[in-house]
T-cell receptor, first 111, second 112 residues
Framework: TQLLEQSPQFLSIQEGENLTVYCNSSSVFSSLQWYRQEPGEGPVLLVTVVTGGEVKKLKRLTFQFGDARKDSSLHITAAQPGDTGLYLC???????????FGQGTELSVKP | KAGVTQTPRYLIKTRGQQVTLSCSPISGHRSVSWYQQTPGQGLQFLFEYFSETQRNKGNFPGRFSGRQFSNSRSEMNVSTLELGDSALYLCASLGSNTGELFFGEGSRLTVL
């Protein structure tokens, strides 16, 4: 069974703090994607990482793919209330619409 | 460009009934995937259709089925509903060049 362990499950922080979300597996992925989902909506893609060791930045968000392509992290600098939401990592093994999702991290940023 | 459209958005059924959910992908997208989202299990892959053929399948019982039409619209059906089938059912279409999944807003099913 292919599993993605995502941690922490819940995170409540103050505006301005930094945070890191982790996504780990024993399996190797062809790519790993990070999504953000707000209540009443479907997940929206933030980034896709493909190469081992790859680092991508999206404003205050930094995404890293592990060298062995089994793990990834999302780091948010100076979190803002607008960052509140459910963050999901998803691993892709073969091309197509099948992704294995982590359990998600429910982030709450208080002003 | 219109996004992924799912209907209905909300529905309530009773145990033993069946339900059909519909998904219209982004124009030009030929792959449609279905996912079940619950608080306990998170997002779980149901199946994927490409050009009217099931290309991938998750680990769900045979009560869960789907199909895709020639215009790429897809439907999924759940028969003999159980309480545990209560969930948000998400449909996603696959961007052919980017590999990005575009999700709809989901159909929230409640089974009483």
């Amino acid at each position: 069974t292919q599993l993605l362990e995502q941690s922490p499950q819940f995170l409540s922080i103050q505006e301005g703090e930094n945070l890191t979300v982790y996504c780990n597996s024993s399996s190797v992925f062809s790519s790993l994607q990070w999504y953000r989902q707000e209540p009443g909506e479907g997940p929206v893609l933030l980034v896709t990482v493909v190469t081992g060791g790859e680092v991508k930045k999206l404003k205050r968000l930094t995404f890293q793919f592990g060298d062995a392509r089994k793990d990834s992290s999302l780091h948010i600098t100076a979190a803002q209330p607008g960052d509140t939401g459910l963050y999901l990592c998803a691993g892709e093994y073969n091309q197509g619409g099948k992704l294995i999702f982590g359990q998600g991290t429910e982030l709450s940023v208080k002003p | 460009k219109a996004g992924v459209t799912q209907t209905p958005r909300y529905l309530i059924k009773t145990r033993g009934q069946q339900v059909t959910l519909s998904c219209s992908p982004i124009s030009g997208h030929r792959s449609v995937s279905w996912y079940q989202q619950t608080p306990g299990q998170g997002l779980q892959f149901l199946f994927e259709y490409f050009s009217e053929t099931q290309r991938n399948k998750g680990n769900f019982p045979g009560r869960f089925s789907g199909r895709q039409f020639s215009n790429s619209r897809s439907e999924m059906n759940v028969s003999t509903l159980e309480l545990g089938d209560s969930a948000l059912y998400l449909c996603a279409s696959l961007g052919s060049n980017t590999g990005e999944l575009f999700f709809g807003e989901g159909s929230r099913l409640t089974v009483l």
